[in-house]
DNA sequence: CTATGATTCAAACAGTCGTTTCATACGCGA
DNA sequence: TCGCGTATGAAACGACTGTTTGAATCATAG
């Protein structure tokens, strides 16, 4: 059990993440994985018990902290009467963006998201509806203590859109691109106050 | 060349759209696109020589019909005093809106092209851009018109935003469910009035 | 040291992948 | 009816898939 950040598993999981981003969950394969993580194949069965499995270790060890995170910014701002709706919506992508620029390339795993967005798989979606689907309501909920004007099924018509949105652009998959010798950092941050601004009026919209 | 709707051609086409839909391409195999089609599977290779050419007819099919007709009713709006940034966004929704709901289920195709946007692979970035790249371009001179307070890269993003929320909100990835007895037809015209809504404040927002 | 459990390894499993081959059946003008 | 290009069919190609096996290696406790 020695040094921890290079694990096998951790070793796996990483280059499984930036597999899965380029090329899907079908499309990349657990020798390319095990080659990109310069461990034996069969590792991959012995730690994750099968490549599923390992697909929703992939979820599980970045979504737990991120969603603990989005909740603890949450609850410190959720009720309060100077809240407004930026704040809010910071809370849920702040901590995305912060996720992908740490040093071991998080960056990868909101492509991963958009994938799983994209992905019909029915196996995936309950996972993932299981163990995360309650944090997006508790944001809904502040949403709606914010938005009185809109009735229920509107803001959700609203909320799914949002959603939709940020996956899409905090996975950069349009046409912006980074300029040669902008900061990474500076881009991801320009990119989520653009979101922040975009939605929020969105959302107010009458 | 007889029977051209239940053609060959017609039916891979048609059991290839609804299974990239649901499985991905590299997901979604031959022999299970052959066997949907109730074709034989020697046949995609016949017809198109490959399937990463199968894939690329699958997008020509719809498209090349699809952006006609949106840069006809761009064109019939663009440059007009009366135009509002409401008209530009259906010109460029509605069409796909009224294709998903005709009769041979191009209901799926909207699903495919969220697909191709989640999709790293660059042969079909490279050809989707070279093909349908205009179509964006023409789009984005009329709103660059109608949003004056806005300089290119700030409208670029907003315009990246746009085609995110748009593209997963028309694939129905999210929580929205159609309501039991509600007609699928007035659901997806209802999604689309909240994205044209959506959409046009999240543009107009200072 | 030896013993023990955890981990890694090369090799093979049966099954599926996209593609090719070649024989057969078809439609149709001569 | 013949012949010829178009289309379909069953079968096989080698490569690749996820998974399993059993032996080799490792770290560590006694």
């Known amino acids: 059990m020695a040094t921890p950040p290079f694990n096998t598993r951790q070793r796996i999981l990483g280059a499984a993440e930036e597999l899965f981003a380029r090329h899907g969950f079908a499309g990349a394969s657990l020798r390319r994985v095990t080659a990109?993580?310069?461990?034996?194949?069969?590792?991959?069965?012995?730690?994750?018990?099968?490549?599923?499995?390992?697909?929703?270790e992939v979820f599980r060890r970045r979504l737990d902290d991120l969603n603990a995170r989005r909740l603890d910014r949450l609850g410190s701002v959720a009720g309060r009467a100077d809240t407004t709706l930026e704040t809010v919506l910071d809370a849920f992508i702040g901590p995305a963006l912060e996720q992908s620029m740490d040093r071991h390339g998080g960056s990868a795993f909101v492509r991963v998201l958009a994938r799983a967005y994209a992905e019909q798989d029915d196996r995936l979606r309950k996972f993932l509806s299981q163990n995360y689907g309650h944090v997006l309501k508790q944001f809904a909920v502040e949403f709606s203590r914010l938005l009185?004007?809109?009735?229920?099924?509107?803001?959700?018509w609203r909320l799914d859109i949002v959603a939709g949105a940020l996956t899409y652009a905090m996975a950069?998959?349009?046409?912006?691109?980074?300029?040669?010798?902008?900061?990474?950092?500076?881009?991801?941050?320009?990119?989520?106050?653009?979101l922040v601004q975009f939605a929020a009026a969105g959302l107010r919209a009458a």
């Open 36 to 56: 990109a993580a310069k461990v034996n194949l069969a590792a991959v069965n012995y730690h994750f018990g099968s490549k599923d499995n390992l697909i929703e």
């Open 148 to 156: 009185p004007h809109l009735d229920k099924e509107e803001l959700y």
């Open 172 to 194: 950069d998959f349009g046409v912006i691109k980074r300029r040669e010798g902008e900061n990474e950092k500076h881009y991801r941050e320009r990119a989520a106050q653009h």
